[in-house]
């Protein structure tokens, strides 16, 4: 239902229990469905927003399908195989959860729902990617200091030795045989799964970093939360910060790129309480929301809208494109 805002429209809509977690596919021949976990269950409905189509009025949310999931999630990383517009009917995402273990769930919508523990970290595991290509291997970082990486056959093809726990991890279609890791102690380096060495590194001069992510849209676009600030890299030109800002007056716990433009990024800090949206073209702040808390972060593929859960409902937030 539509809420109104000094700076936006907001959208809401329900979900089954506490929201932990909560992220869109990341490809555009899937990018309606979103994903919602709870401490219990995996939710995947499609999205569709009044800025698609006129038909809609504000948002609509169809549940496809729903997951039991063995522990609390903590990640969830969406399959290139997935897509419901043709056929065969594909669902193929992969989770991580308090249990340490890193799950490949998949389903055809029609028989029982397929899943396979593919590896388990000996602590927290932090973030998890798949391969953008073909979706053949899935990547995972924990505080166990290991970055893994797993096939959808549940082989271990690598495992990358880390000086500091892993707090996130990703691929780029444009840069598919490269891997990005990033380090709490401040350092991103960047492997080459097949030779298993490191390609190059980027340093925030800032710990302890939380969170890391590659941009959709340009990638020479690197970007970090660490300490209270965030931090933007080119990979072009230096290895390091080419941007830097302060985000939050405490921890800045998590940062992500507009999948639509390249110019956005959203924070969140302050315990999770508080919801930042820099244009890094203007150097401005085009949105801050305050919450008592929220969990999991995830912008739309095609859309300038931000996602958030809060208690057992996720917003959605339209921001500015200045």
Same mark, same amino acid.
């Not at 809401?12 to 909560?22: F, G, K, S």
């Not at 800090?269 to 999991?296: A, D, M, Y």
């Given at each position: 239902?539509?809420?109104?805002?000094?700076?936006?429209?907001?959208?809401?809509?329900? &979900?089954?229990?506490?929201?932990?977690?909560?992220?869109?596919?990341?490809?555009?021949?899937?990018?309606?469905?979103?994903?919602?976990?709870?401490? =219990?269950?995996? =939710?995947?409905?499609?999205?569709?927003?009044?800025?698609?189509?006129?038909?809609?009025?504000?948002?609509?949310?169809?549940?496809?399908?729903?997951?039991?999931? &063995?522990?609390?999630?903590?990640?969830?990383?969406?399959?290139?195989?997935?897509?419901?517009?043709?056929?065969? *009917?594909?669902?193929?995402?992969?989770?991580?959860?308090?249990?340490?273990?890193?799950?490949?769930?998949?389903?055809?919508?029609?028989?029982?729902?397929?899943?396979?523990?593919?590896?388990?970290?000996?602590?927290?595991?932090?973030?998890?990617?798949?391969?953008?290509? *073909?979706?053949?291997?899935?990547?995972?970082?924990?505080?166990?200091?290991?970055?893994?990486?797993?096939?959808v056959e549940g082989s271990q093809v690598a495992c990358f030795p880390l000086g500091a726990p892993g707090m996130a991890v990703a691929w780029h279609e444009e840069e598919p045989a490269k891997l990005m890791v990033a380090e709490k102690k401040g350092i991103i380096r960047f492997y080459n799964v097949q030779s298993q060495h490191p390609i190059m590194s980027l340093d925030c001069g800032h710990m302890p970093l939380m969170s890391a992510?590659?941009?959709?849209? #340009?990638?020479?676009?690197?970007?970090? &939360?660490?300490? =209270?600030?965030?931090?933007?890299?080119?990979?072009?030109?230096?290895?390091?910060?080419?941007?830097?800002?302060?985000?939050?007056?405490?921890?800045?716990?998590?940062?992500?790129?507009?999948?639509?433009?390249?110019?956005?990024?959203?924070?969140?800090?302050? #315990?999770?309480?508080?919801?930042?949206?820099?244009?890094?073209?203007?150097?401005?702040? =085009?949105?801050? *929301?305050?919450?008592?808390?929220?969990?999991?972060?995830?912008?739309?593929?095609?859309?300038?809208?931000?996602?958030?859960?809060?208690?057992? *409902?996720?917003?959605?937030?339209?921001?500015?494109?200045?």
């Open positions: 239902m539509p809420e109104g805002s000094t700076t936006t429209s907001t959208y809401t809509i329900d &979900a089954p229990d506490t929201v932990h977690l909560v992220e869109f596919s990341p490809f555009e021949w899937s990018s309606q469905l979103l994903a919602i976990g709870t401490a =219990t269950r995996v =939710t995947i409905g499609t999205c569709r927003f009044q800025e698609e189509s006129s038909e809609v009025s504000g948002v609509e949310f169809e549940v496809v399908q729903s997951y039991q999931h &063995a522990s609390l999630i903590t990640a969830l990383a969406w399959s290139p195989e997935t897509s419901i517009s043709i056929m065969p *009917k594909v669902i193929k995402f992969c989770t991580a959860g308090v249990d340490r273990k890193v799950t490949l769930f998949s389903s055809d919508l029609k028989s029982d729902v397929n899943m396979q523990m593919l590896g388990e970290h000996r602590d927290y595991v932090n973030d998890i990617s798949f391969h953008p290509d *073909k979706g053949e291997l899935i990547a995972s970082v924990s505080d166990d200091h290991t970055c893994c990486v797993w096939s992510d590659w941009c959709h849209g #340009n990638s020479l676009q690197v970007a970090a &939360a660490a300490s =209270t600030d965030w931090f933007v890299f080119d990979t072009s030109r230096s290895s390091q910060p080419i941007e830097n800002k302060q985000s939050h007056p405490s921890m800045c716990q998590q940062i992500r790129w507009s999948k639509s433009h390249d110019h956005l990024l959203a924070t969140k800090g302050g #315990n999770c309480s508080q919801l930042k949206v820099f244009n890094i073209r203007s150097n401005q702040v =085009t949105f801050s *929301k305050e919450f008592t808390i929220s969990n999991g972060l995830a912008w739309h593929f095609k859309l300038p809208l931000v996602a958030v859960g809060v208690d057992k *409902k996720v917003h959605f937030y339209s921001v500015a494109v200045l």
